[in-house]
């Protein structure tokens, strides 16, 4: 069973740091894309970073580049947003994901976690 679980939300003050974590199961982990999206309340869901299958490719969207880092573990099966200097428009549940070819495009993602909240408190 396919399985991806995010953890390390939480409340933070504006300025602040957080990792968040998305742990994988039930699927060949190093053969896929990975990414962050985030979903603002009353927002649609927007992407926020992408990293390739063996690290060496990441991409971001603009609003967070030289702030948030991704990172993967591919013996750990695991895959890392480091966000620094948060804002608190960076309010929003983050989402991973996980994709076979990368597109960058929700409609093509493979797997999806069920979300972790993070706060950035003013």
């Known amino acids: 069973q396919v399985q991806l679980a995010e953890s390390g939300g939480g409340l933070v003050q504006a300025g602040g740091s957080l990792r968040l974590s998305c742990a994988a199961s039930g699927f060949t982990f190093r053969s896929y894309w990975m990414s962050w999206f985030r979903q603002a309340p009353g927002k649609e869901r927007e992407f926020v970073a992408a990293i390739s299958r063996g690290g060496a490719t990441t991409y971001y969207v603009d609003s967070v580049k030289g702030r948030f880092t991704i990172s993967r573990d591919n013996a750990k099966n695991t895959v890392y947003l480091q966000m620094n200097s948060l804002k608190p428009e960076d309010t929003a549940v983050y989402y991973c994901?996980?994709?076979?070819?990368?597109?960058?495009?929700?409609?093509?993602?493979?797997?999806w976690g069920q979300g972790t909240q993070v706060t950035v408190s003013s």
């Open positions: 994901a996980a994709e076979l070819k990368y597109s960058g495009r929700q409609e093509e993602y493979d797997y």
